[in-house]
Each structure stands twice: as structure tokens, then as C-alpha cells.
């Protein structure tokens, strides 16, 4: 029997071995397969004058022309760079708050108010942009906003937060981290409850107070689900996001607010211009793609830790 032949048949009795947690496997295969592999087959329409009429296959090939447009656009170079500027701001100051959040909420030993501070941090992930950004309209504004009437009862001037170019980031990364920080600090909050309380005690023994355990325990104990939730944020480099920026940026930030996201869904849902987006996302992705597979060498060369 040939070597690859038994390595098939070892292979095939594993599975049977197993079968039933490949079974649980199999609806996230074919999740998988539909949602994330079935649409790559649409990526040709950045190299087509697609046309609904012609569809995939009738729409002439257009080669590199809509990459061409959009890098000849006179707008093209502020754009990517407000992109980059503004994830970069949500990734440096967005991603340590949810470890944060976890480490203070892993040193409340009250379980009552602890499960309270929870569901509080984890109802604003549920809430859409447009809920959200209504909520900070009607708190901030200075036509009678509780925010601005407290501020004056200090003798402070009313401030115009939104739409107004001095506080565009604050309110974009300060919004992106309320709705966020919840939800994101579960995972770190699982990665806690696995480390071993043996490890906690071994300190105890030692001396360590409460600060040194986090800082020598905790904190090395959620390393390794840090670098791989920090790598696979990285890939959202070029996506500053679409809901927020749409709904946040006005006349006044357009300038700072001009996002690949909000020119993409413009350009193929509002002017039809359907290969010119899908060319802006394919963008997006490939630099993407480029950057976890960067970040991902780093993270393996300087801590054993990757995704692959």
C-alpha cells in the first residue's frame, strides 16, 4: 500500500472516529462556505463594466480600469489616509480597553454589582449606530443637552461636539469604544476565568498583592488571546466603518471624515457604479490580507504566538 494511500486511510478513520464532533463541525463549514467563499466568486466585477443586464458573465472584461480611477481620484489619497488615521486611533486607544474593562471587572469580588457593570458595558453593542448617534445629538447638544447645562453650571461655555472639526476624533473613537468595550472584553474575560488558581495562590505565598497577581498573573495569562485578537485587528486597518462615519461626519469633518467605507457604499449604492466600488473593497481587503499576514510573521518571530 502506498504511503499516501495509508495516510488517506488513517485519515478517513479519524474522522469516523470522531464523527460526531465533525458533525457539530459541519454547519459552520457550510456557513462558512456560503457567506465567505461562495461571494468571492463576485470579485471579478473590479475587473468588469458590469452591467445587470449582462451579469457576471455577459459584462466585458475591464481589466485594472476602476483601480486606475479610483488612484487617479483627486480625492483618493485624503481618503485612505482619514481611513488610516481614524482606525489607527480606534485599534491604539479602542483595543487595550476591553483588557482593561476585564482586569477591573476580574478584581470585583461583589458578584452582584460585577454582573450589573456587564450587562450595562454589553447592552450598547446591541444598539444600532442610529440609536446611538441620536442619543449623542440629544445629550450634547447645546440647544438645552444635559452635558452642555452641566458644563455651564461650572461656568463653562456651551461646546458644539458634533459636527465640529475639534472634537471629530474624540467623539468617533470615544462612541466606538462605549458601544464596543462590553462585548469585546468577554473573550479576555474567558481567557481569565481559564488561567489556573493555583497560580494566584503560588503568589499569594510570595507576597504579591492584589496588583502584582494582575500584573504577573492575569496579564500573561490573556497574552497569547491579546496577540491574536491585536493581529486580527489590524486587518480592519483600511475599514474605519461604514454606519458610524455615514452618520457622524458632516458638512463641517467631511474633510476629516471621508472614509473608504462611506465612498465605496456611495459609489455603488447611491451613483450605481457597482465595479468602481467592488475595486475599492477588493483594495481594502488586499491590504488587509497584506497586514495580518505581516503582523502575524512579527507576532510569530517576537512571542511563539500566530495565527497560523
Known sequence: MSKSRLTNNRFMKRIWQHKLFYLFMLP??????????????????????????????????????????????YQSGDIIRNTVIISLMKLLIGFPMPIILALLLNEVRKMKFKKTIQTLSYLPYFVSWIVVVTL??????????????????????????????????QMIVGSDIWKNIGWNSIIFMAAIAGI???????????????????????LPGIRNVAIILFILAVGNLMSAGYEQLLLLNGPATASMGSVLDVHAINSGIREGRLSYAAAVGLFQSIIGLILVLTVNRIARKVSDVSLF
Open 28 to 73: 459552520g463549514i457550510v456557513w462558512f462556505f456560503l457567506f465567505s467563499y461562495v461571494p468571492l466568486y463576485g470579485i471579478q466585477v473590479a475587473f468588469r463594466d458590469y452591467t445587470f443586464v449582462g451579469g457576471f458573465t455577459g459584462s466585458p472584461w475591464a481589466g485594472f480600469k476602476y483601480f486606475e480611477q479610483f488612484f487617479n481620484y
Open 136 to 169: 449623542m445629538q440629544r445629550l450634547l447638544t447645546p440647544y438645552g443637552g444635559p452635558v452642555n447645562d452641566l458644563l455651564g453650571s461650572f461656568g463653562v461655555e456651551s461646546i458644539q461636539f458634533l459636527n465640529n472639526p475639534t472634537w471629530f476624533y
Open 196 to 218: 489556573d488558581q493555583q497560580l494566584y495562590e503560588a503568589a499569594k505565598i510570595d507576597g504579591a498583592g492584589r496588583f502584582k497577581q494582575m500584573w504577573h498573573v492575569t
